[in-house]
């Protein structure tokens, strides 16, 4: 039996109104709770990112270059439960204890296959420096840590490879991470 899963609806303040079959709230773009989780890590060379390229299959964005993991937090998971699940579903990362919630912003983002995204997306980071990464092919097509002035560059000159949410979630993270 296949469950279909749903994500919780929000309100312009980001309180649940309710659940929505995913793929139908994607058709309809309505506003939902969301989180993308970016790793970090310090080197010589300074702060590296660790991104994913999205796997081909997936629903949207196939093909793209994203944070490290995003989803949608299942009824009654918190956002930080919900960001460790999709660390391991989609990277193989187990063994982080923890995730810090430093943000959240609506966006709304028209995409492919007629899809919207419209979420109320948390950012939550980690320091991933001594991580074992196992991903899985179904979920990530490649990955690899990014400086921060590749980054940067990389989104200036091709920001199509990149996806709708991406540039946010950067910023969010470079502001905290230059604050601490």
Not at 6 to 19: C, I, M, N, S, W
Not at 51 to 75: D, E, F, I, V
Not at 103 to 119: G, K, W
């Amino acid at each position: 039996m296949i469950i279909e899963e749903q994500v919780v609806l929000v309100d312009q303040q980001g309180r649940a109104l309710g659940l929505q079959e995913k793929m139908q709230a994607h058709r309809d773009g309505a506003l939902h709770l969301a989180f993308s989780v970016l790793l970090y890590r310090e080197t010589t060379q300074g702060i590296e990112f660790l991104m994913q390229q999205r796997a081909l299959g997936k629903y949207h964005s196939g093909g793209l270059w994203t944070n490290t993991c995003c989803s949608h937090p299942r009824q009654g998971e918190t956002l930080e439960q919900a960001g460790l699940r999709r660390l391991t579903e989609e990277m193989g990362i187990v063994g982080l204890e923890s995730l810090d919630d430093i943000a959240s912003f609506v966006y709304r983002a028209e995409l492919d296959n007629q899809l919207i995204e419209h979420e109320w997306d948390h950012v939550l980071i980690a320091n991933g420096t001594e991580l074992a990464i196992i991903p899985n092919s179904e979920e990530v097509k490649s990955y690899r840590w990014w400086s921060k002035a590749d980054l940067e560059l990389g989104l200036a000159d091709t920001p199509e490879l990149f996806t709708a949410w991406f540039p946010q979630v950067l910023q969010y993270v470079i502001n905290e991470l230059s604050s601490q």
